[in-house]
């Protein structure tokens, strides 16, 4: 095997969903102690007054203790390079996760054991499920009290829909938890607080073995065997393939707090997770080994040193070799650019890069030539298919008192547009005079004030708007719908000049789409 496709082979590339508060900064940087990237774990910045999470760089996140921007991070483990892309977990910042998703290979979906699924854990998981990505769940918190663990795959299942497969399995919950029987292995690992993860690893024949009955107390482990024995009975079979299509989650147990089964959660993933996958085009698909260098931006990050006014835009590489200072083809401006300034990134840490390989990321210093969903291409020309916008709920006007600051205004608004922070529309017979904003998230519009203020010394004033729906529109041919609907209905304009409609509730909706048969109410961009 050459090096170039032994490079390819080891990457893994992922990221993890979850709800708000069910550990994900925890487990982030206990992973990140496992991959040796830092060598003490700390809480976000607001808790106990301890220090900000090592992947929170921007000032707002540090003051919250809140993460409500995408980071990338990279470290090899057990041979693999392994490339994680650290989402928000403010449930507000779900759009900058959902592009994010489509730069990944896999993801890990981290659960609160005594919560179960919850809400913005489902809407993550329907944009994998959309791309039929692999899954590995870890249920969290075992340490403390919560649903059983039959219940806890009980609700994976009838939530979303996906098989489970438990490689681990806990014995005890809370003050009772005494460790955990891996099914494949056939070891056990009794964990104790204070022991910073460190187990103790018991060779046993089997669930029933006498070492096991003599360390558990006698009704915890009748527990055991009976749940295991019904998971036996009703668990589908090993299934890799069910597994990559998306089908079956491997599930993992433990505590992110304590670092209870997180390194068993790391062995897991490096075992089964897919190696760099094949990318769909316009027209057919490119693989990894394709030898032409490839990639798409998935996220652009505006004024990460404030010093600098800089931009960086992240580039999923998707085929091929990149090197510092390479040649390509921006497709869709048509011409030639050198990346120069090539860096891989650690929150606010840079480091620069002189190759990468599909599956890396990479992130490259931008003059404003890139926007999210660009390709860019050093062999035949592709292009990648755009990542959708997904619908805003909550919609305003900003405006500016002092008239000279109008154009720092528009500076900011397109820069948080290009950045994909928020979507910007408006009504053809108007212009762009006075654009409808449009966020997932309520928060993103406190972000965006303090963020035209503290980058661009503008002090913006926000006028919000009723509207809660937004929704692409198209005829049953998927071309763009550009007639009047029938009823009344607000149409505008977003920045690819697509129709949407705007609704301020839901009702609203579904008595418009009774009206109009013949067009199709999309919730993402691209239907």
């Known amino acids: 095997?050459?090096?170039?496709?032994?490079?390819?082979?080891?990457?893994?590339?992922?990221?993890?969903?979850?709800?708000?508060?069910?550990?994900?900064?925890?487990?982030?940087?206990?992973?990140?102690?496992?991959?040796?990237?830092?060598?003490?774990?700390?809480?976000?910045?607001?808790?106990?007054?301890?220090?900000?999470?090592?992947?929170?760089?921007?000032?707002?996140?540090?003051?919250?203790?809140v993460s409500i921007s995408s980071s990338v991070m990279q470290f090899d483990y057990n041979g693999l390079r392994i490339n994680w892309l650290d989402t928000p977990g403010h449930k507000d910042f779900g759009e900058d996760t959902y592009r994010t998703l489509h730069a990944t290979d896999c993801a890990a979906m981290l659960i609160d054991a005594a919560k179960g699924v919850e809400s913005q854990t489902r809407k993550l998981y329907e944009v994998c499920r959309l791309r039929k990505?692999?899954?590995?769940?870890?249920?969290?918190?075992?340490?403390?009290?919560?649903?059983?663990?039959?219940?806890?795959?009980?609700?994976?299942?009838?939530?979303?829909?996906?098989?489970?497969?438990?490689?681990?399995?806990?014995?005890?919950?809370?003050?009772?938890?005494?460790?955990?029987?891996?099914?494949?292995?056939?070891?056990?690992?009794?964990?104790?607080?204070?022991?910073?993860?460190?187990?103790?690893?018991?060779?046993?024949?089997?669930?029933d073995d006498a070492i096991l009955r003599d360390f558990v107390e006698a009704d915890l482990h009748a527990q055991f065997l009976e749940e295991l024995e019904l998971l036996e009975g009703i668990l589908p079979p090993l299934d890799t393939a069910d597994f990559l299509s998306g089908k079956m989650t491997f599930m993992t147990f433990g505590s992110?707090?304590?670092?209870?089964?997180?390194?068993?959660?790391?062995?897991?993933?490096?075992?089964?997770?897919?190696?760099?996958?094949?990318?769909?085009?316009?027209?057919?698909?490119?693989?990894?080994?394709?030898p032409a260098f490839s990639g798409f931006i998935f996220k652009i990050q505006a004024n990460m040193d404030k010093r600098h006014r800089d931009r960086i835009a992240y580039i999923r590489v998707c085929s091929g070799r990149f090197e510092r200072g390479m040649k390509v083809k921006h497709m869709r401006l048509g011409r030639e650019l050198r990346l120069n300034y090539a860096n891989?990134?650690?929150?606010?840490?840079?480091?620069?890069?002189?190759?990468?390989?599909?599956?890396?990321?990479?992130?490259?210093?931008?003059?404003g030539n890139f926007k999210i969903g660009d390709t860019v291409t050093a062999g035949v020309d592709v292009v990648f298919r755009d990542?959708?916008?997904?619908?805003?709920?909550?919609?305003?006007?900003?405006?500016?008192?002092?008239?000279?600051?109008?154009?720092?205004?528009?500076?900011?608004?397109?820069?948080?547009?290009?950045?994909?922070?928020?979507?910007?529309?408006?009504?053809?017979?108007?212009?762009?005079?006075?654009?409808?904003?449009?966020?997932?998230?309520?928060?993103?519009?406190?972000?965006?004030?303090?963020?035209l203020e503290d980058e661009y010394?503008?002090?913006?004033?926000?006028?919000?708007?009723?509207?809660?729906?937004a929704r692409w529109l198209t005829d049953l041919e998927g071309r763009p719908?550009?007639?009047?609907?029938?009823?009344?209905?607000?149409?505008?304009?977003?920045?690819?000049?697509?129709?949407?409609?705007?609704?301020?509730?839901e009702w609203a909706l579904q008595s418009l789409e009774k009206q109009n048969p013949e067009v199709i109410f999309h919730f993402t961009s691209q239907g």
């Open 1 to 65: 095997m050459s090096k170039y496709s032994h490079e390819i082979q080891r990457r893994r590339t992922f990221a993890i969903i979850s709800h708000p508060d069910a550990g994900k900064t925890t487990i982030t940087e206990q992973l990140l102690l496992l991959g040796g990237v830092i060598q003490e774990a700390g809480e976000v910045k607001g808790k106990k007054g301890a220090k900000a999470a090592k992947s929170d760089w921007m000032k707002m996140e540090q003051e919250r203790g």
């Open 133 to 207: 990505m692999p899954i590995f769940t870890f249920a969290n918190k075992m340490d403390r009290e919560g649903k059983s663990p039959l219940d806890l795959i009980d609700d994976v299942e009838n939530t979303l829909h996906m098989a489970c497969y438990p490689v681990t399995w806990p014995i005890g919950m809370g003050d009772r938890f005494k460790g955990l029987y891996h099914r494949l292995k056939k070891k056990f690992y009794a964990f104790e607080k204070g022991t910073r993860g460190m187990a103790k690893v018991l060779d046993v024949a089997g669930p």
């Open 256 to 290: 992110a707090k304590h670092n209870w089964g997180v390194d068993l959660f790391l062995d897991l993933f490096t075992q089964y997770a897919p190696p760099p996958q094949g990318r769909k085009l316009d027209t057919g698909e490119i693989t990894p080994e394709d």
């Open 344 to 367: 891989q990134l650690m929150g606010q840490e840079r480091n620069t890069v002189e190759e990468a390989f599909a599956g890396d990321i990479v992130g490259i210093n931008d003059t």
């Open 387 to 451: 990542i959708p916008r997904f619908s805003p709920e909550h919609f305003a006007r900003i405006s500016v008192g002092d008239a000279l600051k109008r154009k720092q205004l528009e500076k900011g608004l397109q820069q948080l547009v290009d950045e994909g922070t928020i979507q910007k529309f408006y009504d053809p017979a108007v212009g762009w005079q006075l654009p409808i904003l449009g966020v997932v998230g309520i928060l993103q519009f406190e972000v965006l004030l303090y963020r």
């Open 457 to 469: 010394g503008v002090k913006g004033k926000m006028e919000m708007l009723p509207y809660k729906v």
């Open 481 to 505: 719908h550009r007639e009047k609907l029938k009823g009344v209905a607000t149409v505008l304009h977003d920045a690819d000049d697509l129709p949407v409609l705007l609704c301020d509730a």
